[in-house]
């Protein structure tokens, strides 16, 4: 049977009548979560479980001389400790764009915090003990810390050898580059990856210009804080390695524990249970392979757990330092926009050259802009290696864009909603040529936030309004894949290798297959992230699960829909045409009529079998063009700055989340005022900060994270639904976008407020005390 | 993480100093002892929990005093009726010590022995002229004090005295300290402190004195809360106060910038005191 046999007949039509989707459904994993019943990865412990603790460098740059491992070693119920000698056999290193990434550190350190030595003990308390005495040795070099430091005509070397990387796109589909350790070149500076985005004449168009306005601006590095620190635990059995793991990827790390291990695919099983918060920081690999190389030496299940600190020194996201110069006429359209984003990704390169790319893509905005120049450099340095975070580049990169705007709008004498307006894109113009168009409405978008700005607006002295947009070329790489399985009673299974991270994912899956086959969501089951048992995903990054994943759904149930009828057609002894569909069922000729669990029992003839259904996602049809979609950023603040102290209270936060069709409207809020408080984070609050060759608040005291006190007085989370999207229903993703543009809305308020333009984040009283006293940065306490 | 330790539980006072020493130490809320524990900076061989001794927790009015145990929370000393009706500047000062959790768990004797210099108990007891009452097994070489009550010697130190230094308290290991006594009655007050993180920047009280006069204290910023007592609250210079004070620099403030906010929360806790004590 062919699908051109079947009747069209959708089971509900566009947009009306649903009775799942687009519902505030209650969260599948809420009451779960919120009596403590919830398991995650912490809770997994295997009998017989081994336990680790990382010895880290604590130097910034340093050869390894020797490991003293001795006296650990005599410490009762220490079962091992294992340095990079002893993984002869294994790839030592992982990475999915350059495996430059050691396992333990090899032959020296790159930064403090790096492992060095991994100490496997019967229970925590021996394991750390013998930590506590494991002596090494080392040769201090040269560290570079700061990008200035690390483009130095005679820096030392962070890598002395380079490692291919590959363009953006998709990174040859994503795949690490094959590895190159024995042809590799050797490195001539500490650059990790370069990226450029050109096209009209920049040079002529600035020319022409009446006006150009130049901003540079710093942003700061970060820790995607999430409530769950990294952990993982793996075992060997006779069936391969298992990891579980706080991962939001487990597919792409099933990747780099394979090549580690020279396993097929097949035999590494890496499952997730609930993913306590990622941000992007539990993209791709972390802990799994120190893991899995103390199971693989001591041939037991090892568990690995690391603190907050533990984590920031595991990851923690780019900082940036951008230049951004647009040449426009006299009555504000942009002519040009020519502009260098720096990043300074840490030791080893992780996703910081995707970041790079999306940074220079994201820089410019959802505008017009008929000439550009802009170029990104990625860098290495020797500190904590950075990788996605929420956003990915689109923070680090609208920043500079947006900042610049607003600048130019006091140039021009416009408000910056007029500014923006005369050079917003409308729906479909392409902002990157040969890309999709922007599938979104931003003339309409900017004109709710304005309308709800304005209505609150106070004009009192030492009060500011910013706003800021952003487009991102989200979704990834579309490859994705789903089945559904309906049962004999007609409940369904469904199974996506997608994570459910807290952003609610389980209940949109519940909420698609309930729609698609008419059945309550009661009795619809999910089973997520097992490379060993579900569907294979991607990722679960770039806000791509309710679009992409949300297709693959509704194509698993279109199929499974498919073969029910088939079946029903040999039952009934009628031609295929003849079978229609209904909700959790079909009908027949004669007016007969059978559930989906009558048709399984009667084709299989007992009260036993399935149906399955597969859909699948792939650079074809809706999603040939790329991106899948674009996410884009609308936000407005308004901030009071208290003239004394530079203290910043946020008065009004809008947010527009303009997603195509919410297929949860709580979660879309819930996301979107996430990001945006995320946002205020970095714009306010949060920043790493190095001092020689530590940094000083690797933890949640000191490292500022917004709380609950610092919540805006008014929040407006408005959720625009036009059905623009390529998912399901209209839909688009959500996530990042109020995230992206929060830190120019915060400046520019901040500068509106005080008169001042600041030129690094986040705006803490102390800076912002300093702006508005012409006061540098630090004081020379020489 | 926290290594082992072993764990005393005495019912009294008495069964409580007959456990300490150097290395068997008091623990009320841990909110201080277990993270200085888990940073491996202090391994303790035993603590002595005080939790099960309820004289510790006890508020009354005794001898013109306000006497608070040392192991009521901060929660408790907020929302307790004699020391609203008392000493209302405490309970205010109390309730907004840093976060649920904290206020909750920890305790005001905890709060002022381990002598964080971020301390807003500190500075309000300072500006209220309390005393803290330190109790010791008899027979033991601890202090130099008085004879207390059932073979126990024991002794009153005013904050100045007791607080020498950051995390440095004149208690000594045989020490237990029982309580917090505040002299009545308490005039008026303000506590206004500048918190950005988990811990105030800067907290200034100011408790009216005579008929113009405060006593001003200026904790957090320093190492210790700095006393000042004036005779009129109009002639106060802030600027020179701030100026006198050693501000300790970290993420929350450069010295330059601490200086400053001093200032200012000093000229703001004066005004807020002269409105307060000219209403009727
Ligand atoms: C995140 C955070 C934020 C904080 N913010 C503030 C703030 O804003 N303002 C502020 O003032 N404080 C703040 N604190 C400090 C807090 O007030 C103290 O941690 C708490 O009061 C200590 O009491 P505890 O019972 O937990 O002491 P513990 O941790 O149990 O003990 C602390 C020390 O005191 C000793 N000790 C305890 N009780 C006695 C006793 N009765 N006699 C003799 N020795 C004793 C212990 O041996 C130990 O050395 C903060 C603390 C944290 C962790």
């Known amino acids: 049977m062919t699908d051109s046999k079947m009747k069209a007949h959708p089971v509900f039509p566009e947009h009306s009548g649903k009775s799942f989707a687009g519902k505030a459904v209650l969260r599948r994993d809420l009451k779960e979560k919120v009596t403590g019943a919830a398991v995650y990865t912490v809770d997994v412990v295997p009998p017989g479980c081994l336990h680790a603790v990382v010895v880290r460098s604590d130097r910034a740059h340093a050869r390894i001389i020797d490991v003293d491992r001795s006296e650990a070693l005599a410490v009762p119920g220490v079962v091992a400790v294992i340095t990079s000698d002893d993984l002869t056999g294994l790839f030592p290193r992982f990475g999915h764009i350059v495996p430059d990434h050691c396992i333990l550190a090899i032959d020296k350190v790159r930064y403090y915090g790096e492992p060095v030595v991994l100490v496997i003990g019967d229970d925590l308390y021996s394991a750390s003990d013998g930590a506590d005495l494991v002596r090494i040795e080392y040769d201090e070099l040269p560290a570079v810390m700061t990008i200035d430091e690390a483009l130095a005509p005679d820096a030392t070397l962070v890598h002395e050898e380079q490692y291919a990387s590959t363009g953006d796109e998709s990174f040859s589909a994503m795949a690490a580059a094959p590895d190159d350790s024995d042809t590799a070149l050797p490195a001539t500076d500490n650059i990790t990856h370069s990226h450029e985005l050109a096209w009209g004449d920049v040079q002529a168009a600035f020319a022409a210009s009446d006006v150009i306005v130049e901003t540079l601006i710093h942003f700061p590095m970060l820790y995607g804080y999430a409530m769950e620190p990294y952990n993982s635990v793996a075992h060997f059995t006779d069936d391969g390695l298992h990891v579980t793991s706080s991962a939001q990827h487990p597919y792409m790390v099933r990747t780099d524990l394979a090549r580690v291990f020279d396993l097929p695919l097949a035999k590494v099983r890496v499952d997730v249970p609930y993913l306590g918060g990622g941000y992007g920081t539990k993209s791709y690999t972390k802990l799994e392979p120190l893991a899995a190389i103390g199971a693989w030496i001591t041939k037991r299940p090892v568990k690995l757990v690391v603190d907050v600190e533990g984590a920031i020194y595991t990851t923690r996201a780019d900082a940036a330092q951008t230049r951004m110069r647009t040449g426009f006429t006299s009555d504000g359209v942009i002519l040009a926009r020519e502009y260098e984003v720096i990043l300074e990704s840490g030791a080893y390169a992780d996703n910081s050259p995707l970041v790079l790319a999306k940074a220079v893509n994201r820089a410019f905005g959802p505008y017009r802009v008929p000439n550009i120049a802009g170029r990104g450099k990625s860098v290495y340095t020797n500190t904590a290696p950075a990788s996605s975070y929420r956003g990915f580049g689109a923070p680090q990169g609208a920043l500079a864009g947006e900042l610049n705007l607003d600048q130019a709008a006091e140039q021009l004498g416009l408000d910056p909603y007029e500014l923006r307006r005369r050079n917003l894109v409308h729906p479909g113009e392409e902002i990157l040529p040969g890309k999709r168009g922007i599938d979104a409405d931003l003339h309409a978008d900017l004109g709710m936030l304005e309308e709800s700005l304005k209505r609150d607006a106070s004009d009192q002295p030492m009060h500011g309004i910013g706003v800021g947009l952003a487009a991102s070329d989200a979704g990834a790489f579309p490859v994705s894949t789903a089945i559904v399985r309906i049962q004999t009673d007609g409940s369904a299974v469904v199974m996506s290798g997608a994570t459910e991270m807290g952003q609610g994912s389980k209940s949109v899956l519940v909420q698609l297959v309930a729609e698609e086959l008419g059945i309550p969501m009661e009795v619809v089951q999910v089973v997520q992230s097992d490379t060993g048992a579900g569907s294979y995903e991607r990722t679960t990054g770039a806000s791509r699960t309710t679009t992409l994943v949300g297709l693959a759904v509704q194509r698993a149930c279109g199929d499974a829909r498919r073969k029910i009828a088939e079946m029903a057609s040999e039952i009934f002894e009628c031609t295929p045409d003849l079978i229609d569909h209904l909700p959790g069922g079909i009908s027949g000729p004669d007016g007969l009529s059978a559930t989906f669990g009558e048709v399984i029992q009667r084709w299989f003839g007992a009260e036993a079998g399935e149906v399955t259904g597969v859909g699948t996602v792939r650079r074809e049809g809706v999603t040939q063009k790329m991106p899948p979609f674009w996410e884009v950023g609308v936000v407005g603040v308004e901030v009071a700055v208290d003239p004394e102290t530079g203290f910043v209270t946020v008065e009004q936060l809008v947010t527009v989340a303009d997603v195509g069709f919410a297929m949860n409207p709580k979660a879309v809020e819930g996301q979107d005022l996430g990001a945006a408080t995320q946002g205020l984070g970095y714009s306010l609050y949060e920043e790493l900060v190095y001092d020689g060759p530590q940094i000083v608040n690797p933890n949640v005291v000191e490292y500022r994270v917004p709380r609950m006190g610092d919540l805006p007085k008014k929040i407006d989370t408005m959720i625009a639904q036009r059905g623009d999207g390529v998912g399901p229903y209209g839909a688009k993703g959500a996530g990042e976008g109020a995230l992206n543009p929060m830190g120019p809305a915060v400046a520019s308020a901040i500068a509106r407020a005080t008169g001042k333009w600041p030129d690094r984040l986040p705006l803490t009283p102390e800076r912002v005390w300093r702006l508005m006293n012409g006061l540098p940065e630090a004081d020379d306490l020489g | ?280």
């Open chain 2, 1 to 280: 993480m926290l290594p082992p330790f072993g764990l005393a539980r005495p019912r009294s006072v008495s069964a409580a100093l007959a456990e300490l020493d150097e290395d068997s130490v008091p623990y009320w809320g841990g909110t201080e002892l277990l993270l200085a524990m888990r940073m491996g900076l202090i391994r303790p061989r035993q603590l002595v929990d005080l939790k099960g001794i309820a004289e510790l927790t006890e508020v009354r009015i005794e001898d013109g005093e306000l006497v608070l145990g040392a192991g009521l929370s901060h929660d408790e000393v907020a929302r307790d009726p004699l020391v609203a009706e008392h000493a209302p500047l405490l309970a205010y000062a109390e309730a907004l010590v840093g976060n649920a959790r904290v206020r909750a768990q920890g305790t005001i004797g905890g709060n002022l022995c381990f002598a964080e210099p971020r301390s807003d108990v500190a500075t309000v007891l300072s500006a209220l002229s309390a005393e803290v009452r330190l109790v010791a097994a008899d027979g033991t070489d601890g202090a130099d004090g008085t004879d207390g009550a059932d073979g126990t010697r024991e002794r009153r130190l005013d904050m100045a005295a007791f607080l020498l230094g950051p995390y440095w308290t004149d208690r000594q290991p045989d020490e237990l300290l029982v309580d917090v006594r505040i002299p009545l009655p308490v005039t008026a007050g303000v506590y206004l402190k500048y918190q950005t993180v988990e811990r105030p920047t800067v907290g200034v009280a100011a408790v009216a004195r005579g008929a113009a006069g405060c006593r001003l204290v200026v904790g957090a910023v320093g190492e210790l809360p700095a006393g000042f007592d004036f005779e009129d609250v109009a002639s106060v210079d802030a600027e020179a106060i701030a100026g006198e004070l050693e501000p300790t620099p970290d993420l929350t403030g450069s010295i330059l910038y601490k200086r400053h906010v001093t200032a200012v929360f000093i000229r703001r806790a004066l005004a807020e005191l002269a409105e307060k004590v000219s209403a009727p």
